[in-house]
């Protein structure tokens, strides 16, 4: 079984900067993993993924914003959010694996909060 664990949400001003982390108890290394978020009314949408070889994809309203890497040695997946604006605020989760299964199984995140506001 494979727990995740997110951080790194919070506060911060339209314009700001966050960084969200999503560490797992098991190796990742070969799995990619994906970011998602979810706003109060709103479906669940991916917004970054990345592949065993780094290779990235995002939603399209978040490119030139948000990064998304990796640290295969930490187990942890990134995701730097930079020139926020309020339309980004959610819940954010990290999943894992992004496509198929571990072992038969995908694996959500708590998720940890992001609330940008003046």
């Known amino acids: 079984q494979v727990q995740l664990v997110e951080s790194g949400g919070g506060l911060v001003q339209p314009g700001g900067s966050l960084r969200l982390s999503c560490t797992a108890s098991g190796s990742f290394g070969v799995y990619d993993m994906g970011w998602y978020r979810q706003a109060p009314g709103e479906q669940r949408e991916l917004v970054a993924a990345?592949?065993?070889?780094?290779?990235?994809s995002y939603k399209e309203s978040v490119k030139g914003r948000f990064t998304i890497s990796r640290d295969n040695n930490r187990n942890t997946a990134y995701l730097q959010m930079n020139s926020l604006k309020p339309e980004d605020t959610a819940v954010y989760y990290c999943k894992f694996p992004n496509s198929g299964t571990y072992a038969g199984t995908v694996y959500w995140g708590r998720g940890t909060q992001v609330t940008v506001s003046s």
């Open positions: 990345i592949t065993s070889r780094a290779g990235t």
